[in-house]
């Protein structure tokens, strides 16, 4: 199956041209709580297991909520203080351009890097502490932070549990739309941050905190709860085919790229809604 990911389009044993696929049974799967380590192929080399996709997400997304607690603190109060505000718009920038050409590495890489995935999530976890101080500045709230992870978690739950328990059949053409959709969102978005940037379009554009930005936001929290499923099936497909270890780190890094956006998305309904009591 040739994935349309760009995650995992890479990755040949993601797209099945494993040399030694081995074949179990989905049914049967489940995380080992005994502590024992990943099985291993009929060659010696471990094999990526739903424990070591979980260890290797819990990783990356821990490493990024530390980086973005210690920007958090290192900015100050942006309240009062102009320097700390220009500080804050600093780090955003500097973290969504850096984390942006990151992930861009490694989602092209043939073979999945673990230091750029950490990486990654360092440099995201900058732009996240940044951003959500300036939305939480911006409603007057740092607790809406905290409300922005909660429906996060709840998001994350709640698609895995329907996609678990439903039975949701990812097929060619779900990946093809969605795909295509998610690119296409992004192509837009990028033309509306430039147009944003030169001044053609004020107050954000697309991407202000409106009536119009709240609509935007809803339609990228759908295309992220999508991209959820498929990264779900990936996960479930590469264990099936008993990919090598290392391909843990490129499901771990889609997982976390698409917590991430979820995130953000979700961050940005709650201040809009906030804005607009």
Do not use: C, H
């Amino acid at each position: 199956m040739q994935s349309s990911n760009p995650v995992f389009a890479r990755s040949d044993e993601f797209n099945g041209k494993a040399t030694s696929p081995v074949r179990s049974d989905p049914s049967q799967w489940q995380i080992d709580l005994n502590g024992g380590g990943p099985p291993q192929s009929s060659t010696g080399d471990r094999r990526m297991t739903l424990d070591s996709v979980v260890e290797k997400t819990g990783l990356t997304l821990g490493l990024l909520t530390v980086a973005a607690a210690a920007t958090w603190f290192l900015i100050g109060d942006i309240t009062v203080d102009q320097a700390a505000l220009n500080k804050a718009y600093a780090f955003a920038m500097g973290g969504a351009l850096i984390g942006l050409v990151l992930s861009l590495v490694n989602s092209f890489k043939k073979v999945i890097s673990p230091p750029f995935v950490l990486a990654y999530a360092v440099v995201e976890g900058v732009f996240v502490g940044a951003f959500s101080k300036i939305v939480a500045s911006y409603v007057g709230d740092p607790t809406i932070v905290f409300q922005a992870v909660l429906a996060t978690l709840v998001a994350f739950g709640g698609t895995l549990f329907a996609y678990k328990f439903f039975n949701i059949q990812v097929t060619d053409r779900f990946r093809k739309v969605v795909t295509i959709a998610m690119f296409s969102f992004v192509g837009v978005m990028l033309v509306n941050f430039v147009l944003s940037l030169t001044g053609v379009l004020e107050s954000g554009g697309l991407r202000g905190f409106n009536t119009l930005g709240l609509l935007v936001s809803a339609v990228a929290v759908v295309l992220a709860v999508f991209m959820l499923i498929l990264d779900f099936d990936y996960v479930e497909r590469g264990v099936a085919a008993g990919l090598p270890e290392r391909e843990s780190w490129r499901a771990a890094f889609g997982l976390t790229v698409t917590l991430v956006w979820l995130y953000i998305e979700l961050l940005r309904i709650l201040a809009i809604l906030r804005g607009s009591d």
